[in-house]
C-alpha cells in the first residue's frame, strides 16, 4: 500500500479588512504595541532595503567625513511624507554626508549605498574580471 506524503497547508494569507477587523477587537494597549512593532518592523524593512542592518546605521566617518543614514521630508504639499513622525512617513533612509568646511557644516546627499559599500563592489567586479 503506498503512503501518500501530502505537504503542510500553508496558512491562508489574511486580507487587509481581516486584519482591520482583528486590529479593531483588540485594546488600546494591545493597538499601541502593534504601533510600536510595526514601526520598528517598517524601519527595519527600510534599512534591509538600502542593504543595511539597523546596527550599521549608526554614524561612521570614512575618508574625513561622517555618514549618517537618516531619512527625510520632501516638501511636497500634498506627499505622505508631510503627515506624521519623520522616522514612520520619510523618504529613504538614505546616506548623507557632513564634513566641515572653514568652520561651516555642510552635508551632502550620497545615496541609498554609502561610499564604502561602492567600492566593496568595484573591488569584487575588479577581482571577477581579473580571475577571468
Known amino acids: 500500500m503506498k503512503r501518500l506524503i501530502t505537504q503542510e497547508k500553508m496558512p491562508r494569507r489574511s486580507s487587509i479588512s481581516s486584519l482591520q477587523t482583528s486590529i479593531y477587537c483588540l485594546s488600546v494597549d494591545e493597538q499601541k504595541q502593534l504601533h510600536e512593532w510595526l514601526g520598528k518592523h517598517l524601519e527595519e524593512q527600510a534599512f534591509a532595503e538600502v542593504g543595511v542592518h539597523r546596527s550599521e546605521a549608526e554614524p561612521r566617518n570614512y575618508e574625513g567625513r561622517t555618514y549618517v543614514l537618516q531619512k527625510r521630508r520632501c516638501g511636497k504639499l500634498h ?34 549605498r554609502a561610499p564604502w559599500q561602492n567600492n566593496q563592489l568595484k573591488k569584487t567586479s575588479w577581482n571577477q574580471t581579473k580571475d577571468t
Open 79 to 112: 506627499c505622505s511624507c508631510m503627515d506624521g513622525e519623520i522616522l514612520e512617513v520619510g523618504h529613504g533612509p538614505y546616506w548623507y554626508a557632513y564634513w566641515n568646511d572653514n568652520g561651516k557644516t555642510k552635508n551632502k546627499y550620497v545615496g541609498k
